[in-house]
């Protein structure tokens, strides 16, 4: 086999762009569109008109699974099944690629690695930021020990600014239960997963989530969390779809120096000596560490979704590394969910926190969106009747 026989189940935005890639643009040599599934006529009738003759079409993600017309699929619906399609298909014996975020709750994430370790299929999760080479730069800094240990790391993701009516172009927006929640689900997974990824898994997160702080939603749209690592370490990371133009600041401070990144270069300060042994050793009160600026090379690739693709279709014909394991979305879903629920108990959680206090506590406000949303609709269709 030269080519993985992918089919696609949800072909919106991201799903649409995947298509493009793999069809028109050719960029994932190694992966053949086979099938897709979406519940939307329109979408259908947009594949029928566009894509391949032998492209076969299903409204309904479980249609394509059973088929027995794919090798694999990647699943690109909306969050809260994410899991519920990739546990279907994995147990049909099909390989798996997640789109972002892996689920909504972590002990929903949980089973669906269970049954990737049961399946022994290939499970893929499409972060596509850690094809970056700024990020895969500071990965291999941070690895080889060229910046030493981490002792602070702030992240300032602010760019994400949305309108109003970008939240009121779907009724699933922006609700706990459409989408399970705000900027921390639906902007922010790639950057909770680079955190985990550079600087690993912290072990205290402490949260304030503003619900609806820019807009008229009932999720997060403004966030500050303060994390502590277990060697000591400590962090802040900001986002927000409140804010313009925004700002994108990764700064991570380490014993032998500094490295800052706006994801497009990166600034690097290398001290001339251990931080923490020039502390000790000073006989100056006032002392500075002598320090450089040193440009910092890269390979300049960023493959972003079709490098994830290839990877993926790579590991299923010849063995080659994936990307990102599946099995490592829920390391940054924990982040987020961590981060709700510090800021829902208004206290520290530590890690790994109660997930089913997490989801107990997330089942009642998609209970309250339930109701939001039922009120609405009456209010809509009795409107203009009288």
């Known amino acids: 086999m030269e080519k993985i026989r992918l089919g696609i189940i949800g072909i ?10 793999i069809v028109t643009k050719k960029l994932v040599p190694n992966v053949e569109l086979a099938a897709i599934a979406d519940r939307s006529q329109a979408r259908r009738d947009w594949a029928k008109e566009n894509l391949p003759e032998t492209v076969e079409i299903f409204a309904e993600g479980d249609d394509l699974i059973e088929n027995g017309k794919v ?25 798996v690629m997640c789109e972002k975020p892996a689920g909504v709750y972590t002990k929903q994430v949980r089973e669906m690695n269970a049954v990737a370790d049961e399946t022994g299929v290939v499970f893929g999760m499409m972060f596509n930021q850690r094809t970056n080479c700024i990020y895969r730069k500071i990965k291999e800094m941070l690895t080889d020990g060229t910046l030493g240990e981490i002792k602070r790391v702030n992240w300032i993701i602010t760019d994400w600014f949305r309108s109003q009516f970008y939240y009121d172009s779907g009724s699933w927006r922006a609700t706990w239960a459409g989408e399970g929640g705000g900027v921390l689900l639906n902007q922010c997974p790639h950057q909770l997963d680079l955190l985990q990824w550079l600087c690993g898994m912290p072990s205290k997160v402490r949260a304030f989530c503003h619900i609806g702080k820019s807009h008229d939603i009932e999720v997060e749209d403004d966030v500050t969390a303060y994390l502590e ?14 804010d313009a133009p925004g700002t994108n600041r990764l700064e991570i401070t380490c014993d032998l120096g500094t490295v ?35 440009e910092v090379e890269t390979d300049g690739l960023h493959e972003a979704h079709s490098g994830v693709l290839k990877a993926f279709a790579g590991k299923i014909l010849n063995g080659t590394p994936l990307i990102a394991d599946g099995k490592e979305g829920i390391n940054g ?33 998609i209970a309250t969106s339930k109701i939001k949303a039922q009120t609405e609709s009456v209010v809509s269709n009795t409107s203009g009747s009288y």
């Not at 800052?260 to 251990?274: A, M």
């Open 229 to 242: 690592f277990p060697n000591g370490a400590t962090g802040v990371f900001v986002t927000t779809t409140g």
């Open 333 to 365: 879903l924990t982040l987020s969910n961590a981060m709700h629920l510090s800021s829902w108990l208004d206290k520290t959680i530590e890690l790994p926190f109660d997930e089913d206090l997490y989801y107990e506590e997330l089942k009642k406000r």
């Open 71 to 95: 090798d694999a699929v990647l699943v690109a619906v909306p969050h809260y099944d994410h899991p519920v399609l990739s546990i279907k298909a994995m147990k049909k014996g099909l390989h």
């Open 260 to 294: 800052v990144t706006d994801g497009k270069t990166i600034q690097y300060t290398k001290l001339g000596q251990s931080m923490s042994e020039f502390c000790k050793t000073a006989d100056t009160g006032f002392a500075k560490i002598p320090f450089e600026k040193v």
């Open 12 to 21: 919106g935005n991201i799903g649409t762009a995947h298509i493009n890639n």
